[in-house]
C-alpha cells in the first residue's frame, strides 16, 4: 500500500506541468528526442497526448528505465495514449543540415503525424520549433513531466527498434547493442571495415580513415 501510495504522489508530481493546462481545458502534448549523439542512425521525435485519468505507473525519464521496461511501457502508452506521432529524419538529412536542425524538422514532422490539435506542446529544452501552439520547452523535461516522459520512452523504443533491424543489415558494429552510439566496439569497427549507408558522415570524421566514395 505504501508504494502505491509513493507511486501515486510520484506521478502527481511528475504531470504537475500537465495540470496546470488541463485545469484550464487546454489540450497538451508532450515532446521528445532521441538519437542527437549517436554515429549512426536516425534522430526519431515522439508527440503524444495523453489523458489525464488514468496515469500509468512506471512511466519516467526513458533514461531511468531498463530495455524490458520500456518495452512494457510502450504498449500501455499506446493503448492510453489520445494521440501518438513519430517523426524521423536519417543519416543523410542530419548531414546537410545539422543535427539541431534535423532535430527541429523531426520534430515538426512528429506534431504533423499526431494528427491533433493541442493548446500547447511541452518539450524536452528544444527551443524555436515550427508546430502550430504554445511552446512550452522545459530543461531535464523528461524527468519532470509526464507527458515528456512518456514521449522519450516511445521515441527510444522505435529507434532501438529500428538500430536492431540495421544490425542484421550492416552486422560488425554492433548497433544491436550500441544502437550506433560510439562505444569502442563500434568505433573499433569503423576504423577497421570503414563506414556503412547509416553511418552520418559529418560525425565520424574522427573515427575513420576511409575514403569516401
Known sequence: MCAKRNEAERLFELTKY????????IVVCGMDEVG???LAGPVVTCCVVMPSEPLIEGVNDSKKLSEKKREQLYDKIREHALAVGFGICDEKVIDELNILNATKRAFAEAYRNMGMECGAALIDAVDGLDIPC???PIIHGDALSYSIACASILAKVERDRYMVKMDEEYPGYGFARN???????HIKALKEIGPCEIHRRSFIKNFTTHEEE
Open 18 to 25: 500537465e495540470r496546470e493546462l488541463w485545469d484550464k481545458g
Open 36 to 38: 542527437r549523439g549517436p
Open 134 to 136: 504554445r511552446k512550452i
Open 179 to 185: 544502437k550506433g552510439y560510439g562505444t569502442a566496439e
